[in-house]
């Protein structure tokens, strides 16, 4: 037995040494690799703040004015408004197309039907929320009528 152990080869420690460090650097380069398709995917991102709002101030309260701008660092498209999960129209519009670049601000002048009517209850919480063409929402952004 003794002699079976004496005849037994293996990897010098220089040797090993080198495969354990080329195993490392292998590692490393995958994750780096993956570590940066991630980072890339979340810069580019979209995000939109509501700044400030305005109602009708005709004294029938038919539409509500809102500044939403673009704080993220990629171009988005507004595509839709709901107000307390029902489609609202903008400018007379319920289908949007409204760019904005990084930095930019729209004021939506938002109504209720297509004609600009109907008017909200007086004392209402609405939910406002603004889809893109991502299918992102942003929101609920909630005001209470005058």
Same mark, same amino acid.
């Given at each position: 037995?003794?002699?079976?152990?004496? @005849? =037994?080869?293996?990897?010098?420690?220089?040797?090993?040494?080198?495969?354990? !460090?080329? %195993?490392?650097?292998? *590692?490393?380069?995958?994750?780096?690799?993956?570590?940066?398709?991630?980072? %890339?995917?979340?810069?580019?991102?979209?995000?939109? #703040?509501? !700044? @400030?709002?305005?109602?009708?101030? #005709? /004294?029938?309260?038919?539409?509500?004015?809102?500044? *939403?701008?673009?704080?993220?660092?990629?171009?988005?498209? !507004? &595509?839709?408004? =709901?107000? #307390?999960?029902?489609?609202?129209?903008?400018? /007379?519009?319920? %289908?949007?197309?409204? &760019?904005?670049?990084?930095?930019?601000? %729209?004021?939506?002048? !938002? @109504?209720?039907?297509?004609?600009?009517?109907?008017?909200? &209850?007086?004392?209402?919480?609405?939910?406002?929320?603004?889809?893109?063409?991502?299918? @992102?929402?942003?929101?609920?952004?909630?005001?209470?009528?005058?």
């Amino acid at each position: 037995m003794r002699r079976l152990l004496k @005849n =037994r080869k293996a990897l010098s420690p220089v040797v090993a040494a080198i495969i354990l !460090i080329a %195993v490392t650097v292998a *590692v490393s380069i995958a994750v780096a690799a993956w570590m940066g398709a991630l980072t %890339v995917g979340f810069m580019q991102t979209e995000e939109l #703040s509501f !700044i @400030n709002y305005g109602w009708d101030t #005709s /004294g029938n309260c038919t539409y509500i004015s809102i500044n *939403v701008k673009n704080t993220g660092s990629q171009p988005l498209t !507004i &595509t839709e408004v =709901r107000v #307390s999960d029902a489609l609202a129209y903008v400018s /007379g519009e319920s %289908v949007l197309s409204e &760019t904005l670049n990084a930095g930019d601000a %729209v004021t939506l002048t !938002i @109504n209720l039907d297509a004609a600009g009517t109907e008017e909200y &209850t007086s004392g209402t919480k609405y939910e406002f929320v603004v889809i893109t063409a991502k299918g @992102n929402s942003f929101g609920p952004y909630i005001k209470t009528a005058p």
